[in-house]
């Protein structure tokens, strides 16, 4: 089955799942290469490329992944490393 490129519900979920991977990789914390992240599907690559939204989407995900969780990560393995 497929999803509509006019369902609403598929938008979202899209956001929701594909935009914050993309992020990700964008921001360098999954390697692509080894994942083979690829979109395999006309809509979604449209999306990628073309939609503002998904695209300030993604570039948000980025300084997330890139910023916020790292600093995050790292504060969290020092404190561990400071209880043991």
Known sequence: DTISPKSWWGYMNFMFSVSILLGAVEAGVLDD????VKLVDAHSQNLVQNDPIVRESIR???IFWADAFTLFSERVATLLHDES
Request: no cysteine.
């Open 33 to 36: 290469q080894n994942m083979q």
């Open 60 to 62: 948000l995900w980025k």
